[in-house]
C-alpha cells in the first residue's frame, strides 16, 4: 500500500516562500502521476499542481500558475511543491496525492483520479 506524508508547511508572510516535500513508502512513485492539493477553510478541496510519472509534464491551477512549481525525484521516491510569491488566499491545508497512470498528461493530469492521500500540512500566509 503506498502511503505519502508531507512536510514542509508553516507560517510565512505574503511575498515569502516555502516548499512542501512528500515522501512516499510501501511502494515506489514510478508509474505513479502526482499531484498537490489544497483545502481552505469553507472551501472545497482544489488542485494546484500536477506531474506525469516521468516528471515530463506537468499542470498548474491558473490562480498559481508562474509561482509554484511542482518536481519529482523517481530515485528518492519524492515529490516537492515550491512556492513564491505567496499570497493571503494561498492558506491552506495542502495534500500530497498519487494515481497509478501513465496515460496522463498536460491538461488530462488535472482530470486523473487521484486516490492515494497524505494527511496534510498547514501553511498560512499572512498578510
Known amino acids: 500500500q503506498l502511503q505519502l506524508v508531507e512536510s514542509g508547511g508553516g507560517w510565512v508572510q505574503a511575498g515569502g516562500s516555502l516548499r512542501l516535500s512528500c515522501a512516499a513508502s510501501?511502494?515506489?512513485?514510478?508509474?505513479?502521476?502526482m499531484g498537490w492539493f489544497r483545502q481552505a477553510p469553507g472551501k472545497e478541496r482544489e488542485l494546484v499542481a500536477a506531474i506525469s510519472w516521468s516528471g515530463g509534464s506537468t499542470y498548474y491551477a491558473n490562480s498559481v500558475k508562474g509561482r509554484f512549481t511542482i518536481s519529482r525525484d523517481n530515485t528518492k521516491d519524492a515529490a516537492s511543491l515550491k512556492m513564491d510569491s505567496l499570497k493571503p488566499e494561498d492558506t491552506a491545508v495542502y495534500y500530497c496525492a498519487a494515481v497509478y497512470t501513465t496515460a496522463a498528461w498536460g491538461t488530462a493530469l488535472a482530470q486523473a483520479n487521484f486516490n492515494y492521500w497524505g494527511q496534510g500540512t498547514q501553511v498560512t500566509v499572512s498578510s
Open positions: 510501501g511502494r515506489t512513485l514510478f508509474s505513479y502521476a
